[in-house]
């Protein structure tokens, strides 16, 4: 009989807990010398705007196994050579994947996507100039990778820092056509 009400509350417990909504994650915003519009969704991802190589050792004790720099050569204050060596010295896996606003090129998506699946690049630390491009990078991870609806993604996305409704478009255009 004891055994019997112990499958019965198991069975009832794994019902509930199962029917329980997972919950997003909280978009969190810190301040961290040498790091700009610095958003974090708990351990998972952070997207910020521009960083200082000096920044990349504090990265690393947050726990970031990789960081994916979406900033091109050309902007102002970008200093690839820099955040890449000090990544290597951190001992963090490095991506550099220029992403223009303006002229948004979907191969880039495409290595973001490979990047941010990666064996060791959890959790990552997502950056570009001012945190926008990055969130919209994420924007399409949630759609493509995690099958997100574009509704819960946007909002996740918003709050990370995506504000740019051209990059928004581009973003949903690029999930509807690469889905997994």
Request: hydrophobic residues 45%.
């Amino acid at each position: 009989m004891k055994s019997r009400f112990l499958i019965i509350a198991a069975l009832i417990s794994s019902v509930w807990l199962g029917a329980t909504p997972v919950r997003a994650q909280e978009v969190t915003k810190e301040t961290v010398d040498g790091i700009t519009n610095f958003h974090r969704i708990e351990t998972t991802v952070a997207c910020s705007g521009a960083i200082k190589a000096t920044a990349v050792p504090e990265i690393k004790k947050f726990g970031f196994a990789s960081i994916i720099n979406l900033r091109q050569a050309s902007e102002d204050g970008a200093n690839l050579e820099a955040e890449e060596a000090a990544a290597k010295a951190a001992d963090i896996r490095y991506y550099s994947l220029p992403f223009s606003s303006t002229a948004p090129d979907p191969a880039v998506a495409d290595k973001f996507l490979e990047a941010i699946t990666a064996k060791g690049s959890d959790p990552a630390f997502i950056h570009c100039a001012g945190g926008g491009r990055a969130a919209t990078m994420w924007f399409i991870k949630r759609m493509v990778v995690d099958h997100w609806d574009i509704d819960r993604a946007e909002k996740e996305a918003t709050a990370l820092g995506m504000t740019s409704p051209t990059l928004k478009q581009f973003a949903i255009d690029y999930a509807q056509t690469h889905k997994r």
